[in-house]
């Protein structure tokens, strides 16, 4: 479970526009939705510990990795975090297994994490030799590679036609029962995780 209660003056062109979110996930997934500018992303990239909170406290599992009174601040690396980036963010010098490879030593766990993104024909394969949607994919499977206790997905699913994003979205169920996991997904279309989301949190 994790505990967000943060605040974040955004950076906006007009005006001020204060981020505040005060709320608990628990595992399973919960689903974002907001205007575009509400601050999705910077909510995910502050519970990434991409981005510091001006105040507040966020907790994973009663561990404190965000306390601004406290003055405790984890690093990204040591908060353990399966992130999809709306970018995708891929290294483009690297083929579609060496990008698992770089997360995860496990090859049973890779090969399975390949077939379950329809990638196993293309582990061979740089990103710019792939589709968006392919692309996309190995975003996810990159993510999930790190078997993470927490994953944040920033509209993990935008390049996928819905026959894919189905498929996958069934794996990725199974998959985050398995490893226990809490996941927050972000979509401007909240019909596209009905079938999953257990929770939402809509930032206005
Ligand atoms: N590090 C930061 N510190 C403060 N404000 C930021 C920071 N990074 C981005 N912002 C601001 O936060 C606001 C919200 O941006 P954000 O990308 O979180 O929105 P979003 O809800 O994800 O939008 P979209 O749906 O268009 O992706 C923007 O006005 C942006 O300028």
């Known amino acids: 479970m994790i505990a967000v209660d943060i605040e974040k003056k955004l950076k906006a062109y007009s005006g001020q526009q204060v981020l505040k979110i005060k709320k608990e996930f628990g595992t399973g997934v919960t689903g974002i939705t ?32 965000f306390n601004s009174s406290l003055k405790i601040n984890l690093s990204p690396q040591q908060r353990h975090i399966g992130f999809v980036f709306q970018d995708y963010a891929l290294f483009p010098n690297m083929t579609v297994r060496q990008h698992l490879e ?8 890779i090969n399975r994490l390949l077939k379950l993104g329809g990638l196993e024909d293309f582990a061979t394969h740089k990103p710019d030799y792939l589709s968006g949607g392919q692309q996309q994919r190995l975003a996810i499977l990159r993510a999930l590679a ?6 944040l997905m920033d509209e993990p699913f935008s390049a996928l036609d819905s ?22 997904i972000v979509s401007h279309n909240p019909k596209e995780i009905d079938g999953i989301s257990t929770d ?5």
């Open 102 to 109: 770089y997360a995860s030593t496990d090859a049973g766990w």
């Open 146 to 151: 790190i078997k993470p206790k927490l994953l």
């Open 200 to 204: 939402s949190l809509e930032i206005k």
């Open 34 to 65: 907001g205007p575009s500018g509400a601050g999705k992303t910077t909510l995910l990239k502050m519970i990434a510990g991409l981005i510091v909170p001006d105040t507040g406290s966020i907790s994973f599992n009663n561990v404190s990795w």
């Open 163 to 184: 026959k894919t994003k189905a498929g996958l979205i069934t794996h990725l169920q199974k998959l985050f029962t398995e490893l226990g996991a809490t996941a927050l």
